[in-house]
């Protein structure tokens, strides 16, 4: 089943800036947390930035990599349904394939998105 669909991917020199969404139109943003992964060639999928619901003061929490902080912001519109990640003074280790999660807070629930490229030019 197809849950998330990721886009906004494509060429950009590097020092500019892309704003990545994903759609999730079936994903309840109560009770799943959502995150950013991507993989660059030759090398492991890893955790970007990650977005869940603090009911404590009424926000979301967010965590980013070291590598990213200050560069990349996650976001959520619950109206709308939809993940985004806005990526500035992109690097060309930035480079690579962005994945949208979805986990599910209390069950063994994972789903992915299919990718969307991000490729980095001088």
Sequence with gaps: QVQLVESGGGLVQAG???RLSCAAPRISFSLFFMAWYRQAPGKQREL????????????????YADSVKGRFT??????KKTVY???NNL???DMG???CNAKRHSAALDF???GTQ???SS
């Design 74 to 79: 996650i976001s959520k519109d619950s109206a």
């Design 97 to 99: 394939v962005y994945y």
């Design 48 to 63: 970007v930035a990650s977005i869940s619901e603090d009911r404590t003061i009424y926000d979301d929490s967010t965590n």
């Design 112 to 114: 992915w998105g299919q």
């Design 118 to 120: 991000v490729t980095v």
């Design 85 to 87: 990640q806005q990526k």
């Design 91 to 93: 690097k060309h280790e």
């Design 16 to 18: 500019g800036s892309l």
